[in-house]
């Protein structure tokens, strides 16, 4: 006698037929398939796929209504890199918006709307959620085929601790968003915070002068711990709080998230900074 299916196979199978039926791709997924543990090792081998440099990464299937037409690709000759390595199909835009850890992505989904002529990636390191928020892209562009929302926003795995230079040159990015990251509590696991001397070092290198770095979390500890790492950076100030508070994506990123509604629904603090990028010093 054949018992009941296992998670595993629920799971196989709610895929197996929402690949299979068109209609099914224009509903949401449903979250319960896609649960995997909160916590992964950033040091671990992820077996993850990277570009060489920012300049072999195709962004075509992540954001096909963006990519340049045949006319525009003439316009454009081939770089020894096209030549050596094949055609990177172009964008019309680079992306600028990163949010690092992005969870099931409420938080791209929100700004989507707010940010229509933005390209925003989704950068998570685990597979299932990684899934889960490509397929929600997918149906929520299948509901609104007309108006071209949620065109401007994708969802890529990725380790941003070890390869964030692999996929954006000097720059490139406006905004990169740090929302309720692993606080990592245990002195001995420190150093796998996504905020640190060095990686601070790589995030000041992606991103323009100008451009800001957003972080909210409910641990107070993490917080400061952010705070200091940032206020001792040469290449951040932290922006004043009149300020903070009157971005648009401050208000969103508070309310948006999975993990800002489950602090929410638990009465729990929410500790927000944001930190500028300065302009390169004169040399």
């Known amino acids: 006698m054949v018992g009941p299916a296992n998670k595993r196979q629920k799971r196989e199978q709610y895929k197996s037929e929402r690949g299979e039926d068109a209609k099914k791709n224009q509903?949401?997924?449903?979250?319960?398939?896609?649960?995997?543990?909160?916590?992964?090792?950033?040091?671990?081998?992820?077996?993850?796929?990277?570009?060489?440099?920012?300049?072999?990464?195709?962004?075509?299937?992540?954001?096909?209504?963006?990519?340049?037409?045949?006319?525009?690709?003439?316009?454009?000759?081939?770089?020894?890199?096209?030549?050596?390595?094949?055609?990177?199909?172009?964008?019309?835009?680079?992306?600028?918006?990163?949010?690092?850890?992005?969870?099931?992505?409420?938080?791209?989904?929100?700004?989507?709307?707010?940010?229509?002529d933005t390209l925003l990636l989704g950068m998570e390191i685990r597979t299932q959620v990684t899934e889960y928020v490509r397929e929600r892209i997918k149906a929520l562009r299948a509901?609104?085929?007309d108006t071209g929302l949620y065109q401007n926003i994708g969802c890529l795995r990725a380790n941003a601790m070890k390869f964030l230079p692999n996929f954006f040159k000097k720059q490139q990015l406006s905004k990169i968003f740090f929302c309720f990251p692993d606080p990592h509590f245990k002195a001995r696991k420190h150093k796998a915070r996504i905020v640190s001397t060095t990686l601070n070092s790589e995030y000041a290198y992606v991103l323009r002068p100008g451009g800001i770095v957003y972080t909210i979390t409910d641990v107070e500890d993490l917080h400061n711990w952010m705070v200091g790492h940032f206020d001792a950076h040469?290449?951040?100030?932290?922006?004043?709080?009149?300020?903070?508070?009157?971005?648009?994506?401050?208000?969103?990123?508070?309310?948006?998230?999975?993990?800002?509604?489950?602090?929410?629904?638990?009465?729990?603090?929410?500790?927000?900074?944001?930190?500028?990028?300065?302009?390169?010093?004169?040399?």
């Open 143 to 145: 509901q609104n085929p």
């Open 234 to 283: 040469p290449s951040f100030e932290r922006v004043q709080e009149d300020e903070q508070e009157a971005d648009e994506c401050v208000k969103i990123m508070r309310v948006e998230t999975e993990e800002g509604k489950k602090v929410e629904r638990n009465n729990g603090q929410k500790f927000v900074a944001l930190f500028r990028r300065l302009e390169e010093p004169p040399w």
């Open 27 to 116: 509903e949401l997924p449903k979250k319960k398939f896609y649960r995997q543990r909160a916590h992964a090792n950033p040091f671990s081998d992820h077996h993850l796929t990277y570009p060489i440099t920012p300049a072999h990464m195709d962004w075509s299937s992540f954001y096909p209504a963006f990519v340049t037409t045949p006319e525009e690709v003439q316009a454009n000759p081939q770089s020894e890199i096209d030549i050596e390595f094949g055609r990177v199909r172009q964008l019309k835009k680079d992306v600028e918006v990163a949010d690092i850890g992005c969870g099931f992505g409420g938080l791209l989904v929100a700004l989507a709307p707010v940010l229509p």
